[in-house]
C-alpha cells in the first residue's frame, strides 16, 4: 500500500505542484483547502503524514497541529511563508515534527519528509528511478530519457507522464490516477489530455507508434508502461 499523505494548502498553483511532485514519488495525496475540508478528511482516515500550510481561509493551521497531536502519533510537517524563528518555535513546540518556509525545493521537501516517517517507524520502499526495458532507457534523477543510445528531448508534461508509468511500470494506471497525479485532481476527466499526450510519447519512444512496445493500452481502464 502507498503511503498517504495529506496536504493542507489553499493556493492553487502550490498545491498541484505538491500533489504532482509527492505523487511522482509513489505517495497516495490526497488534498484540503481549509481547515474544515482538512478534518472532514482527517475523521474519516488518518494520513501517514500531514502536509500544512498555515495561513488557511477558514482559520490558522496551528490550530490542526494541536489538535493532531493531541489524538495521534502522526507527523506534521508546516510548510509556510512565515520565517520568524518564534513563529517556528511556537509551532514546533505544539507538536509540529518539522517547519519548512517557502519557497523551498522540492528534493528538500521529499528528504524531510522520508525522515520524519522513518522517526515514526514508516518503512518507505525505495523509489524506481529507473527504467531499462529493450532499447528504452529513463533515469527519472537525471531526467534523462533516450531510446536505443539516442537522447530524446521531451516536454515537462511528456516527462511528468512517462515518470509517473515508470513509477508503476509493469503496473496499469488508470485514466483518472494519471490525470489527477500529472495535471491535477481538477483534471481527471479530461481524457483527451492523456490521448494526445501519450500519442506524442509514442511518436518519441515507440518504433512502430501504431503497435507500441513501450507504452501499453489497457483498453477501457489505462495505461501500462512494459516492464522486464
Given at each position: 500500500?502507498?503511503?498517504?499523505?495529506?496536504?493542507?494548502?489553499?493556493?492553487?498553483e502550490?498545491?498541484?505542484?505538491?500533489?504532482?511532485?509527492?505523487?511522482?514519488?509513489?505517495?497516495?495525496?490526497?488534498?484540503?483547502?481549509?481547515?474544515?475540508?482538512?478534518?472532514?478528511?482527517?475523521?474519516?482516515?488518518?494520513?501517514?503524514?500531514?502536509?500544512?500550510?498555515?495561513?488557511?481561509?477558514?482559520?490558522?493551521?496551528?490550530?490542526?497541529?494541536?489538535?493532531?497531536?493531541?489524538?495521534?502519533?502522526?507527523?506534521?510537517?508546516?510548510?509556510?511563508?512565515?520565517?520568524?524563528?518564534?513563529?517556528?518555535?511556537?509551532?514546533?513546540?505544539?507538536?509540529?515534527?518539522?517547519?519548512?518556509?517557502?519557497?523551498?525545493?522540492?528534493?528538500?521537501?521529499?528528504?524531510?519528509?522520508?525522515?520524519?516517517?522513518?522517526?515514526?517507524?514508516?518503512?518507505?520502499?525505495?523509489?524506481?528511478?529507473?527504467?531499462?526495458h529493450?532499447?528504452?532507457?529513463?533515469?527519472?534523477?537525471?531526467?534523462?530519457?533516450?531510446?536505443?543510445?539516442?537522447?530524446?528531448?521531451?516536454?515537462p508534461?511528456?516527462?511528468?507522464?512517462?515518470?509517473?508509468?515508470?513509477?508503476?511500470?509493469?503496473?496499469?494506471?488508470?485514466?483518472?490516477?494519471?490525470?489527477?497525479?500529472?495535471?491535477?485532481?481538477?483534471?481527471?476527466?479530461?481524457?483527451?489530455?492523456?490521448?494526445?499526450?501519450?500519442?506524442?510519447?509514442?511518436?518519441?519512444?515507440?518504433?512502430?507508434?501504431?503497435?507500441?512496445?513501450?507504452l501499453?493500452?489497457?483498453?477501457?481502464?489505462?495505461?501500462?508502461?512494459?516492464a522486464?
Amino acid at each position: 500500500m502507498s503511503t498517504r499523505i495529506l496536504v493542507v494548502e489553499d493556493d492553487r498553483e502550490i498545491r498541484g505542484l505538491l500533489q504532482s511532485s509527492l505523487a511522482l514519488e509513489g505517495f497516495d495525496v490526497q488534498t484540503a483547502v481549509s481547515v474544515s475540508e482538512a478534518r472532514a478528511l482527517l475523521r474519516h482516515a488518518t494520513p501517514d503524514a500531514l502536509l500544512l500550510d498555515l495561513g488557511l481561509p477558514d482559520g490558522d493551521g496551528a490550530d490542526l497541529v494541536r489538535e493532531v497531536r493531541a489524538r495521534q502519533s502522526t507527523p506534521i510537517l508546516v510548510v509556510s511563508a512565515r520565517y520568524h524563528e518564534s513563529e517556528k518555535v511556537r509551532l514546533l513546540d505544539a507538536g509540529a515534527d518539522d517547519y519548512l518556509t517557502k519557497p523551498f525545493g522540492v528534493p528538500e521537501l521529499l528528504a524531510r519528509i522520508r525522515v520524519a516517517l522513518r522517526h515514526r517507524g514508516t518503512a518507505l520502499e525505495p523509489a524506481r528511478i529507473v527504467h531499462d526495458h529493450e532499447d528504452l532507457h529513463v533515469d527519472l534523477a537525471a531526467r534523462e530519457v533516450a531510446v536505443g543510445g539516442r537522447a530524446v528531448h521531451l516536454t515537462p508534461t511528456e516527462f511528468n507522464l512517462l515518470a509517473r508509468l515508470v513509477r508503476s511500470a509493469g503496473k496499469v494506471v488508470t485514466h483518472r490516477q494519471l490525470l489527477a497525479d500529472v495535471w491535477g485532481p481538477e483534471f481527471t476527466e479530461h481524457t483527451h489530455y492523456l490521448r494526445l499526450y501519450m500519442g506524442q510519447l509514442r511518436a518519441k519512444l515507440e518504433q512502430e507508434p501504431a503497435e507500441p512496445r513501450h507504452l501499453l493500452t489497457e483498453t477501457g481502464v489505462g495505461y501500462r508502461l512494459a516492464a522486464a
